[in-house]
Nanobody
Framework: VQLQAFGGGLVQPGGSLRLSCAASGSIFRINVMGWYRQAPGKQRELVAD???????NYADSVKDRCTISRDNTKNTVYLQMVSLKVEDMAVYYC???????????????WGKGTLVTVSS
């Protein structure tokens, strides 16, 4: 099982970006999927996560500017970000709680990060 994130890049302040993260492998079910970020010199923090049924949770710092969604048929989670600020600049990581086929218990999987740079 692996997670692969796409969509990072350079964007101007006030701009928008959409991240996606696809899980692949021998997957039976994916429960919570989420996005985390880590800025230089700071701890990794939750940006948003979403349950299998679509119930979403957001960090206060992004609540009005981000929308998380998922496509369970594609094992993919998305993060739409608008009105980006310099302080949003970070490496963004996706995480998912995945039950593998034939496995007895699930576990968290992390994707490699994708860099979001917010700069004019």
């Amino acid at each position: 099982v692996q997670l692969q994130a796409f969509g990072g890049g350079l964007v101007q302040p006030g701009g928008s970006l959409r991240l996606s993260c696809a899980a692949s492998g021998s997957i039976f079910r994916i429960n919570v999927m989420g996005w985390y970020r880590q800025a230089p010199g700071k701890q990794r923090e939750l940006v948003a996560d979403i349950g299998f049924g679509g119930n979403a949770n957001y960090a206060d710092s992004v609540k009005d500017r981000c929308t998380i969604s998922r496509d369970n048929t594609k094992n993919t989670v998305y993060l739409q970000m608008v009105s980006l600020k310099v302080e949003d600049m970070a490496v963004y990581y996706c995480k998912a709680w995945i039950y593998e086929r034939g496995g007895s218990s699930g576990m968290d999987y992390w994707g490699k990060g994708t860099l979001v740079t917010v700069s004019s």
